[in-house]
């Protein structure tokens, strides 16, 4: 079986591609929901039907608040051990 090396392209001539950045992700799921949203509302002012792209839009969405759920809760509870009322 071959593994990710072996699979994964190079880096190569395209500068902003990821085999350059070591598979950084940049495309982000907040990126992903704005253009969902944007391709929402062009269906919606030329009366297209989209339900696909609606029930992408909203799963995005979910993922999305999560994320930040999570990040609120996490970066609370860094700064609950940073904090100097707390003692250990």
Not at 9 to 14: D, K, L, N, Q
Not at 41 to 59: D, E, H, R
């Amino acid at each position: 079986m071959l593994g990710a090396d072996e699979l994964l392209p190079g880096s190569g001539p395209v500068p902003a591609s990821p085999a350059n950045r070591d598979y950084a992700p940049g495309f982000t799921a907040a990126m992903m929901l704005k253009d969902l949203r944007l391709a929402q509302q062009a269906a919606g002012a030329s009366a297209a039907p989209t339900p696909l792209g609606a029930a992408a839009a909203n799963l995005y969405q979910l993922f999305v608040d999560e994320r930040r759920r999570r990040a609120r809760f996490l970066r609370q509870f860094i700064a609950s051990f940073a904090s100097p009322t707390v003692k250990i």
